[in-house]
């Protein structure tokens, strides 16, 4: 290789080398591969030169994208001007990695510079001595925020929202008001955040009176009371409401930000919309990963750590397994007269166990958006029923078919047909009723959903199909 050919371009490429990349996602993010051959060339102030040009979400991509002892490299080579903003765009399992390599002093460094709901969601999942060292090193006032952001509820909106906003008296005019904004702009204080939607009118007891979009200040003339051009129907949110409420709230009704008040209604921080999709994907990415029954992190998890939280689902599966041989283990003298039946069996447990999935998975994401609930229980269900039957119809005639066509016995396309019609049927009750079931119970039913629908629809499906074959063949 050439002096030349080892040249890297500001991206971190060859001369000549394809710029199209895709292991990344961002449009002119450094390519992984260009970090790599630095690592392993030792350039590091080159490296570090590079990256710190790069958004801290790309970053973080790279972090994820590198194997262990290269990421630990970079992490090392970053340590002495860490941002916390990386940390932030990081799933949780490999957060707690990177934390794991940085100082205390170091990691309150960083996260001195976030804002306040980043630092809590941060440090929230850290243990208490990890916390406590952490805290210890944060300014005062930004170690206060956060420790009361900390005794809001997980998944709250107390533990979601951000200390920072702007939040003027009512009796301001918007000449005022842009005048105070200016000037905390042109002396760099803290007390307006770089960025914001929404101005808080509140009143002498702090309780919001509604709020003022920026594009209404900027229309308004500067002699114009806040009070005459503000937005009084609101939409407070309690800091002990669930985040997944939030993420409705805010989808039902398209908000951009939204006022976090206390019990008496006082303002005490705000929900801007980019927190609320970090919420709706990290609820989707939860209920995906409870369906397959894998955990969070699993990615980044060692062999032996991903093998044991693995290990319990599937081990509840060999038990429904073995329920479903029982059942076929009834029927043994049967499958031994007709080897027909062996040969069939399979697809009707398999069609509806598909069809179960599909219902189910309506049925899961529909309690999740309060889409499906106790007033539309029945409509959902009876719809379900419906679907089964007249999916289980136009398959028993092609099953049937299929059925009698090969093996040449009526009989035995009646029982494949009829054995469908069931247990498509129950599918789509099941795949309704097990999920709802499981919500009225207070259990998440994208967690074991699956299993329960798993184990019924072998179950009726061997028992229709192998009880069916008994009494018509014999």
């Known amino acids: 290789m050439t002096q030349q050919d080892a040249e890297l371009d500001r991206e971190g490429r060859r001369p000549g080398e394809d710029r199209t990349d895709n292991s990344d996602d961002g449009a002119g993010a450094m390519p992984v591969r260009a970090v790599e051959d630095l690592l392993e060339a030792g350039d590091f102030p080159r490296l570090a030169a590079l990256l710190a040009d790069e958004h801290p979400s790309d970053v973080a991509h790279i972090l994820e994208q590198l194997g262990g002892e290269q990421r630990t490299e970079l992490i090392d080579l970053l340590r002495p001007s860490f941002d916390g903003e990386v940390l932030a765009y990081l799933p949780g399992e490999l957060r707690e990695e990177v934390i794991g390599q940085l100082e205390p002093k170091e990691l309150a460094a960083a996260m001195a510079e976030l804002d306040t709901d980043d630092a809590v969601d941060v440090i929230q999942d850290m243990e208490e001595e990890d916390q406590a060292a952490i805290l210890a090193n944060l300014p005062p006032e930004t170690r206060a925020l ?5 005794t809001f509820p997980e998944y709250s909106a107390g533990r979601l929202m951000s200390r920072e906003f702007v939040s003027v008296p009512m009796f301001w005019t918007v000449g005022k008001l842009l005048d105070y904004l ?16 929404d101005i808080f009118i509140v009143d002498p007891r702090h309780k919001v009176a509604g ?8 229309r308004a003339k500067r002699g114009v009371k806040l009070n005459e051009i503000l937005h009084e129907d609101i939409h407070r949110i309690p800091a002990t409401m669930d985040q997944e409420e939030v993420a409705r709230l805010f989808r039902k009704y398209g908000l951009v930000s939204a006022p976090v008040v206390d019990g008496g209604g006082r303002l005490l921080g705000v929900i801007t919309v980019d ?5 709706i994907e990290e609820e989707a990415e939860a209920d995906l990963l409870a369906l ?20 319990r689902w599937l081990f509840i599966n060999l038990i429904t397994a073995i329920v479903a041989s029982v059942v076929i283990g009834l029927f043994e003298a049967t499958i031994e007269q007709v080897v027909a039946l062996a ?6 447990a398999s069609m509806g166990g598909n069809a179960g999935t599909q219902t189910l998975t309506v049925a899961v994401r529909a309690l999740a958006t309060r889409e499906l609930s106790e007033a539309n229980a029945l ?7 419906l679907v089964g039957t007249a999916n289980g119809v136009l398959f028993a005639v092609i099953a049937g078919l299929t059925a009698f066509a090969w093996f040449q016995d009526p009989l035995i396309g009646v029982v494949i047909a009829a054995a469908m019609v069931i247990n498509l049927v129950c599918a789509g009750l099941f795949g309704a009723l097990i999920p709802l079931g499981l919500n009225r119970l207070g259990i998440d039913p994208a967690v074991s959903s699956a299993v329960f629908l798993t184990t019924v629809t072998d179950v009726v499906g061997f028992l229709a199909f192998l009880g069916l074959a008994t009494l018509i063949l014999f």
Not at 146 to 150: A, D
Not at 275 to 279: E, K, P, S, T
């Open 343 to 348: 040969v069939l069996m399979p697809i009707v």
């Open 379 to 385: 409509r959902v269900v009876g719809k379900e029923v």
């Open 292 to 311: 397959g029954g894998v955990e969070e992190g699993d990615l980044y998890r060692a062999v032996l750590d991903t093998t044991k939280s693995r290990f």
């Open 211 to 218: 709020t003022v979009p920026l594009s209404r200040v900027l």
């Open 182 to 197: 200016r000037a905390a702009a042109v002396s760099g204080s803290d007390e307006v955040p770089e960025q914001f939607y």
């Open 275 to 279: 927190d609320v999709v970090d919420v």
């Open 146 to 150: 956060v420790e009361e952001g900390l």
